[in-house]
């Protein structure tokens, strides 16, 4: 089946420095991912999509200058978080799916990000 | 824009105990997703319905998505407490960019 990876799995930060984030598909090729922000028992609010070769695309209310999003291969896709704030501490959640396979959307394992 | 709304958002039963969740789109759908999330963990996925009044079933877990494909549901019979964890209905309404829009999540706990 599609497995996803992201990493890492943790990290803190002190406000103001920059955190990246990656996520690979590591058995299947993925023109497409999505980068998902997560709170506390709340549910997934999709952040972009990131395209392979070219731009991600925002959603309403997500700040491009802030979120990052390179797509550079077809097995990787990078979000860093610039000069990061408390409020940006979450867990984000990469996704992409293998449509040869009906496997539907594999997610990776999460980043939980604290700034301090 | 589309809304995908999931209800009830909280569910404790006691072991052995039926428990349905519920999915309605604001719009048709070309697919519903559903995943399920342990606590600490991340979503993972369950099933893809794709056929208007399609219903599937795994183990102890039946899906269902209506004649408009604007809802769906999820039942699982008579609740394990490794069913614990917080179930997502996803929906795609199709299109060329897949993107899914999630409901809220229904968190289920079980009492052994």
């Known amino acids: 089946g599609a497995v996803v990876s992201q990493h890492p799995s943790r990290v803190i930060c002190k406000s103001g420095t920059s955190v990246k984030i990656e996520c690979r598909s590591l058995?299947?090729?993925?023109?497409?991912m999505f980068w998902y922000r997560q709170f506390p028992k709340q549910s997934l609010m999709l952040m972009a999509t990131?395209?392979?070769?070219?731009?991600?695309?925002?959603e309403q209310g997500v700040e491009k200058d802030k979120f990052l999003i390179n797509h550079a291969s077809l097995t990787l896709s990078t979000l860093t978080v610039t000069s990061a704030h408390p409020e940006d501490s979450s867990f984000y959640i990469c996704?992409?799916?293998?449509?040869?396979?009906?496997?539907?959307?594999?997610f990776g394992s999460g980043t939980r990000l604290t700034v301090v | 824009g589309q809304q995908v709304m999931q209800i009830p958002q909280y569910q404790h039963v006691q072991e052995g105990e039926d428990f349905t969740t519920y999915c309605n789109s604001s719009?048709?759908?070309?697919?519903i997703q559903w995943y399920k999330q342990r606590p600490g963990g991340h979503p993972v996925f369950l099933i893809q319905?794709?056929?208007?009044?399609e219903v599937k079933k795994q183990k102890r877990l039946t899906f269902q998505f209506g004649e408009a494909k604007k809802n769906s549901s999820l039942h699982i019979t008579a609740t394990q407490t490794t069913d614990v964890g917080t179930y997502f209905c996803?929906?795609?309404?199709?299109?060329?960019?897949?993107?899914?829009?999630f409901g809220k999540g229904t968190l289920l706990t079980v009492n052994p």
């Open positions: 996704s992409a799916s293998d449509y040869r396979l009906n496997y539907g959307y594999t």
């Open positions: 058995d299947f090729q993925a023109t497409t």
């Open positions: 719009t048709t759908l070309s697919n």
């Open positions: 996803a929906g795609d309404s199709g299109g060329s960019n897949y993107k899914l829009t």
């Open positions: 319905l794709v056929k208007s009044g």
């Open positions: 990131s395209n392979e070769g070219s731009k991600a695309t925002y």
